[in-house]
């Protein structure tokens, strides 16, 4: 499974950028992608890695990480306040794969 969420965040007061009110894409967009993995897999990742670009602040602005669970599964995703408005998801089987 593949799947991405990102928008431009502009807005310097937004409280999304506050690492105090728990701001971060991985928290605000990236948990998206993350329980739709959850959901098609029906189960917790057994085994997680991820990679953050980070502000001065500690706010994460972009994040990328991999979902391994069972049966050799594996989900990556990616999620953004720097690049411009993404939503999309694809699940890849043996069979096929949906968008």
Same mark, same amino acid.
């Given at each position: 499974?593949?799947?991405?969420?990102?928008?431009? /965040?502009?807005?310097?007061?937004?409280?999304? $950028?506050?690492?105090?009110?728990? #701001?971060?894409?991985? $928290?605000?967009?990236?948990?998206?992608?993350?329980? /739709?993995? !959850?959901?098609?897999?029906? %189960?917790?990742?057994? !085994?997680?890695?991820?990679?953050?670009?980070?502000?001065?602040? #500690?706010?994460? %602005?972009?994040?990328? #990480?991999? /979902?391994?669970?069972?049966?050799?599964?594996?989900?990556?995703?990616?999620?953004?306040?720097?690049?411009?408005?993404?939503? !999309?998801? %694809?699940?890849?089987?043996?069979?096929?794969? /949906? !968008?």
């Amino acid at each position: 499974m593949l799947a991405s969420f990102s928008f431009t /965040l502009d807005r310097p007061t937004d409280t999304r $950028w506050d690492a105090q009110m728990g #701001g971060g894409a991985l $928290w605000d967009v990236g948990c998206y992608p993350v329980s /739709l993995a !959850r959901y098609i897999f029906g %189960e917790a990742p057994t !085994r997680v890695s991820g990679w953050a670009k980070t502000t001065p602040a #500690g706010v994460d %602005e972009t994040f990328a #990480g991999t /979902l391994h669970f069972g049966d050799d599964a594996i989900a990556q995703f990616d999620c953004s306040f720097a690049v411009p408005f993404r939503t !999309r998801a %694809e699940i890849a089987g043996t069979q096929g794969s /949906l !968008r």
